[in-house]
């Protein structure tokens, strides 16, 4: 029997590349994207194949649209068909809202929404033809859910993917697709400029669970969402924040300065 296949944006590093070997440890071949770290994308691919499974690369700018979503079609078709894509590739920002340049805003939205919504278009018209069903996980943010100081387009692409998976959902539901969003909080990545850190040695006393997140963490609930024993959750975000968001009110009332105001 033919494995299923999954093709992970963004896996030359953090979350992407944790979930491309999970998913290679859940008996999947894996197509493997990078933008600039080639190294980093080819780090992944013996990751997979050393779990067992076979691994594609693919380079893609999903600024570059609507031609960058090709990529879908091209690893599908080198390894044999989609059975699961993570939309996990994005950037962010640290700029107030009113020193946004139109430019950046564009930047942040294509990577964060348009190339996530092209992307999860190539796969579920893949997913429909080949009959068996599928599963598209969006990678989100906390801030899917709750604002940032200084990520006004990051927020707005990142709500509008929640609510855009929420609408996948519901229009691919028929076809046996399940769609459902994660929201990782602060995870150790090169994106928040702790790759290779030990999280436990990061206190964070903000965080009930008391540290940042380790992007096996968020693979494990991807795994999951993406496998084979989730055949009825759909449409729903997970949030994976060691319990971030629910310190609104007591950050509310402990905060002890203005500093939160500015980037």
Known sequence: MTAPVAV????????????????????????????????????????????????????????????????????????GGIDVLVNNAGTGTATPFTDIAPDTVRHVLDLDLVGPFLCGQRAA??????????????????????????????????????????VMALELAEHGI????????????????????????????????GRPGDAREVAEVIAFLAGGTNRYVTGASWTVDGGMTRMGPMAGSHLGDDSWRRV
């Open 8 to 79: 992970v944006t963004g896996s030359d590093s953090g979350i992407g590349r944790a979930t491309a070997v999970r998913l290679a440890r859940l008996g999947m071949d894996v197509g493997v994207t990078w933008h600039t770290d080639r190294a980093g994308a080819e780090r992944t691919a013996t990751e997979v194949t050393d779990s067992g499974r076979r691994a594609a690369v693919e380079q893609v700018d999903l600024t570059r649209l609507p031609e960058a979503a090709d990529v879908v079609d091209e690893l599908a078709d080198r390894l």
């Open 125 to 166: 018209r893949r997913m429909i033809a080949q009959g068996r069903g599928g599963r598209i996980v969006n990678v989100t943010s906390v801030h899917e859910h709750q604002p940032k100081v200084g990520a006004a387009p990051y927020c707005a692409a990142k709500g509008g993917l929640g609510l855009l998976t929420q």
């Open 178 to 209: 399940l769609v459902n969003a994660v929201a990782p909080g602060e995870i150790a990545t090169p994106m928040t400029g702790q790759e290779d850190t030990d999280v436990r040695t990061e206190p964070r006393p903000g965080v009930p669970l």
